[in-house]
Structures are given as structure tokens and as C-alpha cells.
């Protein structure tokens, strides 16, 4: 089993930026993707952005050139750094972690998440 613990959500104004951070922990010599997620209320979830242990990254096209997915493997964390921040960024995000690489992660069903970070934009 593998558990992820988000954190680093809060409320900004527009423009600003935030850093979230995704603590796993259980047998994460498992993992091979881990990704980042969000949900606005009302709306289906998305996936934002993926990082493979091979360094693939994927971001989706509303992120791309503001968000920034990394990951620290000693610390065994996962982070999304998040500039210029817009409205419409304003969502729970979710870390998730899958034992199958990204572009199968991807697609759907991923097994590991974590319990989510709130953040909030203000215009």
C-alpha cells in the first residue's frame, strides 16, 4: 500500500503562485507514476500534470508554461509549483500514484490518492 499526503493549498490573489507538495509513504519502491489532479466544484476531475520515474513529464494544455511537476526521490515528495495563477485555477487538488507508467496512468485507475489540498484564487 502506498499513502500520499497533499499539502501547500491556500487562497491567492491572481498572478500569484503556490507550491503544493505530495509526502508518500508504505512501499513507494512501487511507484512508477505520480501525477496531480484537480477538481472545481461542478466540474469532472482533471488530470494537470504527471511525472514518470523514467523524467517524463506531461502537463495538460490549460497549465502548460505556468505549472511545473517535480519530484524529490529521497524525500520521497512530490511536487506542483504553480505561477501565474488564474480564477479558473481555483479547484481541490489530489496527488495519485500508479505502479504503471504514465501514459497508461493516464487513461484512468489509478489506485493510490491522497485526500486533497484546497486552493483558491482570488481575482
Known amino acids: 500500500q502506498v499513502q500520499l499526503v497533499e499539502s501547500g493549498g491556500g487562497s491567492v490573489q491572481a498572478g500569484g503562485s503556490l507550491r503544493l507538495s505530495c509526502a508518500a509513504s508504505?512501499?513507494?519502491?512501487?511507484?512508477?507514476?505520480m501525477a496531480w489532479f484537480r477538481q472545481a466544484p461542478g466540474k469532472e476531475r482533471e488530470g494537470v500534470a504527471f511525472n514518470n520515474n523514467g523524467g517524463i513529464t506531461i502537463y495538460a494544455d490549460s497549465v502548460k508554461g505556468r505549472f511545473t511537476i517535480s519530484k524529490d526521490k529521497a524525500k520521497n515528495t512530490l511536487y506542483l509549483q504553480m505561477n501565474s495563477l488564474k480564477p479558473e485555477d481555483t479547484a481541490m487538488y489530489y496527488c495519485?500514484?500508479?505502479?504503471?507508467?504514465?501514459?497508461?496512468?493516464?487513461?484512468?485507475?489509478?489506485?493510490?490518492w491522497g485526500k486533497g489540498t484546497l486552493v483558491t484564487i482570488d481575482s
Open positions: 508504505g512501499y513507494t519502491r512501487s511507484i512508477v507514476c
Open positions: 495519485a500514484a500508479d505502479v504503471r507508467g504514465c501514459y497508461d496512468a493516464k487513461r484512468g485507475g489509478m489506485p493510490y
